[in-house]
Protein backbone atom coordinates (compact mmCIF):
# COMPACT_ATOMS: atom_id res chain seq x y z
CA UNK A 1 0.00 0.00 0.00
CA UNK A 2 1.26 3.33 -0.80
CA UNK A 3 1.44 6.28 1.52
CA UNK A 4 2.84 9.48 0.30
CA UNK A 5 2.55 12.94 2.00
CA UNK A 6 3.47 16.22 1.08
CA UNK A 7 6.62 16.30 2.55
CA UNK A 8 7.34 12.81 1.06
CA UNK A 9 6.34 14.41 -2.29
CA UNK A 10 8.17 17.26 -1.85
CA UNK A 11 11.62 15.15 -0.78
CA UNK A 12 11.47 13.02 -4.03
CA UNK A 13 10.74 16.09 -6.38
CA UNK A 14 13.85 16.75 -4.82
CA UNK A 15 15.38 13.62 -5.56
CA UNK A 16 14.09 13.77 -8.95
CA UNK A 17 15.38 17.10 -10.13
CA UNK A 18 18.51 15.42 -8.65
CA UNK A 19 18.37 12.86 -11.43
CA UNK A 20 17.75 14.87 -13.74
CA UNK A 21 20.70 17.11 -13.19
CA UNK A 22 22.92 14.07 -13.14
CA UNK A 23 21.69 13.36 -16.48
CA UNK A 24 22.55 16.47 -17.81
CA UNK A 25 19.14 17.82 -18.02
CA UNK A 26 18.60 21.82 -17.08
CA UNK A 27 15.02 23.15 -18.42
CA UNK A 28 13.19 19.52 -17.80
CA UNK A 29 9.29 19.97 -17.10
CA UNK A 30 8.15 17.05 -14.10
CA UNK A 31 4.11 16.28 -14.97
CA UNK A 32 3.38 14.60 -11.69
CA UNK A 33 1.53 11.19 -12.98
CA UNK A 34 -1.83 10.59 -10.54
CA UNK A 35 -3.50 7.61 -12.38
CA UNK A 36 -4.83 5.58 -9.80
CA UNK A 37 -4.58 7.84 -6.34
CA UNK A 38 -7.45 9.73 -5.46
CA UNK A 39 -7.59 13.31 -5.28
CA UNK A 40 -4.90 13.75 -2.35
CA UNK A 41 -2.17 12.82 -4.71
CA UNK A 42 -2.94 15.68 -6.98
CA UNK A 43 -3.08 17.70 -4.33
CA UNK A 44 0.10 16.83 -2.43
CA UNK A 45 1.92 17.38 -5.43
CA UNK A 46 0.62 20.75 -5.91
CA UNK A 47 1.43 21.81 -2.76
CA UNK A 48 5.04 20.12 -3.49
CA UNK A 49 5.64 22.82 -6.22
CA UNK A 50 4.03 20.68 -9.00
CA UNK A 51 2.13 22.69 -11.94
CA UNK A 52 1.34 19.79 -13.89
CA UNK A 53 -0.37 16.48 -13.80
CA UNK A 54 -1.13 13.56 -15.78
CA UNK A 55 -4.17 11.20 -16.03
CA UNK A 56 -4.44 8.14 -18.07
CA UNK A 57 -8.15 7.41 -17.48
CA UNK A 58 -11.37 9.74 -18.51
CA UNK A 59 -13.48 8.83 -15.93
CA UNK A 60 -10.82 9.21 -13.29
CA UNK A 61 -10.08 12.61 -13.93
CA UNK A 62 -13.62 13.49 -14.49
CA UNK A 63 -14.15 12.33 -11.07
CA UNK A 64 -11.14 14.46 -9.52
CA UNK A 65 -11.51 17.40 -11.94
CA UNK A 66 -12.26 19.83 -9.04
CA UNK A 67 -8.82 19.31 -7.66
CA UNK A 68 -7.00 19.15 -10.96
CA UNK A 69 -9.07 22.12 -11.69
CA UNK A 70 -5.86 23.96 -9.91
CA UNK A 71 -3.13 22.16 -11.81
CA UNK A 72 -2.12 22.21 -15.81
CA UNK A 73 -3.23 18.96 -17.14
CA UNK A 74 -1.72 16.82 -18.56
CA UNK A 75 -4.15 13.89 -20.44
CA UNK A 76 -1.76 11.12 -21.33
CA UNK A 77 -3.44 7.87 -21.40
CA UNK A 78 -5.41 6.22 -24.91
CA UNK A 79 -8.08 8.33 -25.92
CA UNK A 80 -11.14 7.19 -27.36
CA UNK A 81 -12.85 10.09 -29.79
CA UNK A 82 -16.03 9.58 -27.58
CA UNK A 83 -14.35 10.44 -24.57
CA UNK A 84 -13.24 14.04 -25.40
CA UNK A 85 -16.27 16.17 -24.89
CA UNK A 86 -16.67 15.80 -21.45
CA UNK A 87 -12.69 16.43 -21.21
CA UNK A 88 -12.97 19.62 -23.23
CA UNK A 89 -13.24 21.79 -20.27
CA UNK A 90 -10.78 19.68 -17.90
CA UNK A 91 -7.60 18.74 -19.92
CA UNK A 92 -5.04 21.46 -20.65
CA UNK A 93 -2.84 19.49 -23.02
CA UNK A 94 -3.53 16.09 -24.76
CA UNK A 95 -0.40 14.55 -24.93
CA UNK A 96 -2.13 10.99 -26.87
CA UNK A 97 -3.05 12.42 -30.56
CA UNK A 98 -2.02 8.89 -33.18
CA UNK A 99 -4.97 9.07 -35.02
CA UNK A 100 -6.77 11.91 -37.69
CA UNK A 101 -9.98 11.21 -36.15
CA UNK A 102 -9.12 11.74 -32.80
CA UNK A 103 -7.50 15.34 -33.68
CA UNK A 104 -10.41 16.37 -35.27
CA UNK A 105 -12.56 15.53 -32.73
CA UNK A 106 -9.98 17.86 -30.02
CA UNK A 107 -9.78 20.46 -32.67
CA UNK A 108 -14.21 20.46 -32.89
CA UNK A 109 -14.12 20.31 -29.21
CA UNK A 110 -11.90 22.07 -27.55
CA UNK A 111 -10.74 24.38 -30.51
CA UNK A 112 -7.10 25.63 -29.82
CA UNK A 113 -6.03 22.83 -27.69
CA UNK A 114 -2.07 22.17 -27.00
CA UNK A 115 -1.49 18.52 -28.33
CA UNK A 116 1.48 16.36 -28.33
CA UNK A 117 1.13 13.61 -31.20
CA UNK A 118 2.38 10.33 -29.55
CA UNK A 119 4.67 7.90 -31.55
CA UNK A 120 4.99 4.49 -31.19
CA UNK A 121 8.75 3.83 -31.05
CA UNK A 122 8.42 0.25 -29.30
CA UNK A 123 5.51 -1.89 -31.64
CA UNK A 124 4.69 -3.25 -28.05
CA UNK A 125 0.69 -3.78 -28.20
CA UNK A 126 -1.60 -1.15 -26.09
CA UNK A 127 0.57 1.48 -25.96
CA UNK A 128 -0.59 3.57 -28.06
CA UNK A 129 1.08 6.09 -31.00
CA UNK A 130 1.66 6.57 -34.14
CA UNK A 131 4.56 4.90 -36.35
CA UNK A 132 7.16 6.96 -37.33
CA UNK A 133 6.78 6.25 -40.81
CA UNK A 134 3.01 7.68 -40.43
CA UNK A 135 3.80 10.46 -38.61
CA UNK A 136 4.54 13.46 -41.34
CA UNK A 137 1.13 12.87 -42.38
CA UNK A 138 -0.83 13.13 -39.47
CA UNK A 139 1.68 15.93 -38.38
CA UNK A 140 0.35 17.87 -42.06
CA UNK A 141 -3.20 16.69 -41.14
CA UNK A 142 -3.35 18.52 -37.44
CA UNK A 143 -1.78 21.59 -38.53
CA UNK A 144 -4.98 22.06 -40.83
CA UNK A 145 -6.96 21.92 -37.43
CA UNK A 146 -7.30 24.82 -35.03
CA UNK A 147 -5.29 22.84 -32.87
CA UNK A 148 -1.52 24.08 -31.32
CA UNK A 149 0.48 21.80 -31.60
CA UNK A 150 3.51 21.73 -29.63
CA UNK A 151 5.41 18.35 -29.52
CA UNK A 152 5.68 15.12 -29.50
CA UNK A 153 5.53 12.27 -26.81
CA UNK A 154 6.53 8.30 -26.57
CA UNK A 155 6.48 5.97 -24.02
CA UNK A 156 9.83 3.47 -23.75
CA UNK A 157 9.70 -0.42 -24.16
CA UNK A 158 8.61 -2.42 -21.19
CA UNK A 159 11.01 -5.10 -22.09
CA UNK A 160 14.85 -4.74 -22.39
CA UNK A 161 15.63 -2.56 -19.48
CA UNK A 162 15.84 1.40 -19.56
CA UNK A 163 18.66 1.33 -22.40
CA UNK A 164 16.52 -0.39 -24.40
CA UNK A 165 14.85 3.02 -24.83
CA UNK A 166 17.18 4.84 -26.09
CA UNK A 167 17.01 4.74 -29.92
CA UNK A 168 13.53 5.20 -30.17
CA UNK A 169 13.61 8.54 -27.53
CA UNK A 170 16.56 9.61 -29.70
CA UNK A 171 14.61 9.37 -33.25
CA UNK A 172 11.52 11.13 -31.18
CA UNK A 173 13.94 14.18 -30.26
CA UNK A 174 15.67 14.27 -33.55
CA UNK A 175 11.60 14.08 -35.10
CA UNK A 176 10.79 17.30 -32.53
CA UNK A 177 13.62 19.06 -34.04
CA UNK A 178 12.78 18.07 -37.74
CA UNK A 179 9.08 19.14 -37.29
CA UNK A 180 10.45 22.70 -35.46
CA UNK A 181 8.26 21.37 -32.53
CA UNK A 182 9.22 22.45 -28.57
CA UNK A 183 8.57 19.92 -26.44
CA UNK A 184 9.29 16.20 -26.30
CA UNK A 185 7.88 14.34 -23.62
CA UNK A 186 9.61 10.88 -22.75
CA UNK A 187 11.35 9.75 -19.72
CA UNK A 188 9.20 7.82 -16.57
CA UNK A 189 10.28 6.78 -13.04
CA UNK A 190 12.61 3.70 -14.56
CA UNK A 191 13.74 5.61 -17.62
CA UNK A 192 14.26 8.79 -17.52
CA UNK A 193 17.98 9.58 -17.54
CA UNK A 194 17.81 7.87 -20.45
CA UNK A 195 15.56 10.12 -21.70
CA UNK A 196 17.04 13.13 -20.26
CA UNK A 197 20.11 11.93 -22.41
CA UNK A 198 18.37 11.87 -25.32
CA UNK A 199 16.81 15.12 -25.30
CA UNK A 200 13.54 14.73 -23.43
CA UNK A 201 11.88 18.32 -22.07
CA UNK A 202 9.37 16.99 -20.09
CA UNK A 203 9.11 13.76 -18.00
CA UNK A 204 5.89 11.87 -16.79
CA UNK A 205 6.27 10.33 -13.21
CA UNK A 206 4.19 8.69 -11.06
CA UNK A 207 6.10 5.87 -9.12
CA UNK A 208 9.46 7.69 -8.21
CA UNK A 209 6.68 10.74 -5.81
CA UNK A 210 3.71 8.32 -4.89
CA UNK A 211 4.86 4.97 -4.38
CA UNK A 212 3.85 1.59 -6.21
CA UNK A 213 0.41 1.89 -7.87
CA UNK A 214 -1.74 -0.78 -6.41
CA UNK A 215 -3.84 -1.56 -9.23
CA UNK A 216 -4.58 -0.01 -12.02
CA UNK A 217 -8.16 1.70 -13.05
CA UNK A 218 -7.92 0.45 -16.85
CA UNK A 219 -10.24 -2.98 -15.89
CA UNK A 220 -12.95 -1.41 -14.43
CA UNK A 221 -13.02 1.47 -17.21
CA UNK A 222 -13.24 -0.58 -20.57
C1 LIG B 1 1.74 5.58 -15.78
C2 LIG B 1 2.42 6.40 -16.82
C3 LIG B 1 3.56 7.16 -16.51
C4 LIG B 1 4.23 7.15 -15.15
O1 LIG B 1 4.87 5.93 -14.94
P1 LIG B 1 5.80 5.68 -13.63
O2 LIG B 1 6.59 4.49 -14.02
O3 LIG B 1 4.89 5.43 -12.49
O4 LIG B 1 6.63 6.88 -13.43
C5 LIG B 1 4.11 7.94 -17.51
N1 LIG B 1 3.59 7.98 -18.75
C6 LIG B 1 2.50 7.26 -19.09
C7 LIG B 1 1.97 7.34 -20.48
C8 LIG B 1 1.89 6.43 -18.15
O5 LIG B 1 0.83 5.71 -18.50
Redesign the pocket.
Known sequence: MSTFSVDSVRAALDELHARIERAGGTDVEI?A?T?TFGPEAIEAALAAGCRSI?E?YAQELLDKREVAASAEVHF??QLQSNKVRQLAGVVDVY??VDRAKLAREIAKRAPGARILIQVDTTGEPG?GGVPLADLDPLVDHVRDLDLDLIGL?T?GPTEGGPAAAAPGFRQVRAAVDRLGLSVCSMG???D?EVAVAEGSTQV???????GQ?VRTRSDQER
Request: proline content about 0%.
Open positions: VVKGNIGETKMVMTALRVGTALFR
